[in-house]
Each structure stands twice: as structure tokens, then as C-alpha cells.
């Protein structure tokens, strides 16, 4: 695996845990809408190129504001780890271009 698969997985993680808080978002906002459809974001593994695909559905009726504060703080958490994982790409490279330097 190569620093930039790890940094494109990582991209491709973030960009997920976005879709999963637009999505709560919606749900929040329209919480109140009558006949409104909660919004799920379902996320699958992907091979090439390797990361992360989400897929948006209308789930049944109604919103269930404690299940979206779990959903909130569960996007959260995913969104951190892969921040992480692409600082650790990033810093990899730095140590690679200082080595390369000398």
C-alpha cells in the first residue's frame, strides 16, 4: 500500500462522514415536516480505487432526535479517525521529502 492509497482512503472516509452529516442535518431541519422520510446513508467498502461509497435512502416516517445525536456523534468519530489517518499520510511524506533533501 502506498502513502498515496493511504491518504486517498482517508479523503474518501472524510468525504463520507460528510454525506452522513448532511444527512443527519436534513433530518434535524425537517424533524417537524409532515410526511417527511428520514434520511439513511448507508457506507460500503470500495476496492478500486480503494475508499469509502455511501448511498442516501429515505428510510420510514418520522425522526427520532436521539437517534440522530447518536448518528451525529457516531459521523464524528469516523470523521477524526480519517482526519487522522490523512495527517499520518501527510507527515509520512514530509519524513520521505526530508530524506530525499539529504
Known sequence: MSIAS??????SGINAQTNRLAAVA???ANADTPDYRRQTVSL??????????????SGPEGVDLATEMLELTEAELGYKANAAMFEAGADLWDVLATIKRD
Open 6 to 11: 493511504i491518504t486517498g482512503i482517508a479523503l
Open 26 to 28: 436534513d433530518n434535524i
Open 44 to 57: 460500503a467498502s470500495t476496492s478500486d480505487p480503494a475508499g469509502v461509497e455511501t448511498t442516501v435512502t
